[in-house]
């Protein structure tokens, strides 16, 4: 491949596309400055204006959420894997019927894999724009997002409905529902009962990692953070290595499956017989199955990069190993 070829399956993070209106939050106070981006796959936007940037998925999507200070991502639930590392900013993330069951801070790097089956919310802390980067399992996204009732009808009172075909229309442009469509229901008082209200005291300790941690752990080779052997053991589609400075690096290598390289920090130089292009922090880079290459920090300084691989595990529920 040229590097021109390659160039075609890399997003770029100044070339990011946000959609303002893709969530039916979108003109709820609080959550009416978010942006979403759709980087590998059609991701869970519920707004016809929602850009894709790359359609062809891996197993997965790669997706990305910039907000400024003090605006939140509404609760809601995901019946397959969201996991988030933080790209910039000081970001809360939040569970619970209400929001209130538990919560837990992440800094630039770290990253988290909420349990599928549980309402989350998130929301910029920091004191500038923020920004944070998306893995989410299944070529469908699991089909969506399931909403808090609160959220789907604060929402109602600001112009926006969410229709059962998982579409948004805004009363503020004149649109309705079509004929014989009927809006999103609510959840049932038995299915809110039935949602886990997990402590953070469990749920920190499995399903966070620290950056500081990572670059330690992956000072002389990549480690998984996410998979059935990783710092945090799940099976939700794909894995997530971590890459810092290595001599393994140095080395050429292939994967089975499609593999998506997102540095953190510093410039990553991939190499491959045709050529090379340069990786910055913020940019998505989608490589073929048995591509084979070399990926290695360019400059001197801190460098490092979330490397996601795509496996033969099924998306779905988050797994648990007894």
Known sequence: MTPSEIEKRIVRYGDLIPCKTAFIDAHTPGSDQKENFTIIG??????????VHLRETPGFNIGAAG????????LHIHTTAEVFFVLKGRWRFFWGRWGTAGEVVLEEGDIINIPTGIFRGFENIG?????????????????????A????????????????????????????????LKPMPLLSKDFLAQVPEPKAKNLVP???????????????????????????????????????????????ESFENSAVLMPMRGHWKLSWEGGNVVLNPGDTCLL????????EPSVTGEASLYRILSNEDPAGPTWVDD
């Open 42 to 51: 059609g991701g869970v936007s519920e707004s016809a204006d929602q850009h």
């Open 127 to 147: 004191s500038n724009y923020g920004m944070i980067m998306a893995i989410l399992g299944g070529d469908d996204a699991g089909g969506g997002v399931t909403w």
């Open 206 to 252: 499995r399903y966070v990692a620290r950056y500081n941690d990572l670059m330690a752990f992956a000072a002389h080779e990549p480690i998984q953070v996410i998979g059935e052997k990783g710092i945090l053991p799940d099976k939700p589609g794909f894995n997530i290595d971590f890459l810092t400075r290595s001599p393994i690096l140095e080395v050429p």
């Open 288 to 295: 073929e199955p048995g591509f084979s290459h070399r990926i």
């Open 149 to 180: 009732p609160q959220v789907i009808q604060d929402a109602a009172e600001h112009g926006l409905i969410l229709g059962e075909n998982g579409r948004l229309y805004d009363s503020k442009k004149g649109e309705t529902l079509p004929e014989n």
């Open 67 to 74: 907000q400024p200070p003090q605006c939140r991502n509404s």
